[in-house]
């Protein structure tokens, strides 16, 4: 249970490392056409469509994650049964959703893009895996 524990830690780090790289494409050079001009097609490319949903979401597995290493197995496994069908989903969602509104007068409601589907999937997602971990953890189950 650590070392798989640890292996998802390892890699949702490397993704929050990718999410503020691709977040960062100003910065790191990126998008950068000249001296003084950078591509803000580009920069919507990277920052919103990659950046933002790569560290949001991995950075709500790395927080859920970090505390699962501190609990008991049936915890984990309980919380891994959750996660092995959610992450997919989330995926699914952060790809499919366009990557910017199509504007109008938001009449339905607000406008759906990559980031707010990124703050949504992600806040989703970490409120049921501290539910999965509060409830499982607060059982009448002995620790090991």
Known sequence: MKKQISIILIVSILLVGLGVFFGS?????????DETYYDTT????????????LLFFSFSI?????????????????????AMWAVPIGAII????????GGGL???GPDLTKETASWGVSIIFLIISLFIIIK?????????
């Open 136 to 144: 499982n953890s607060l059982s009448g189950e002995t620790t090991k």
């Open 94 to 101: 952060l790809f499919l959703v366009p990557g910017s509104s």
């Open 25 to 33: 494409a100003d910065k790191v050079g990126l998008c950068l056409v």
């Open 42 to 53: 580009c920069m919507t490319k990277y920052v919103e469509k990659i950046g933002q949903p």
């Open 106 to 108: 938001g009449i339905s």
């Open 62 to 82: 790395f927080i859920s994650v970090l505390i699962l290493f501190f609990v008991r197995e049936s915890t984990y496994l309980a919380w891994r049964k959750f």
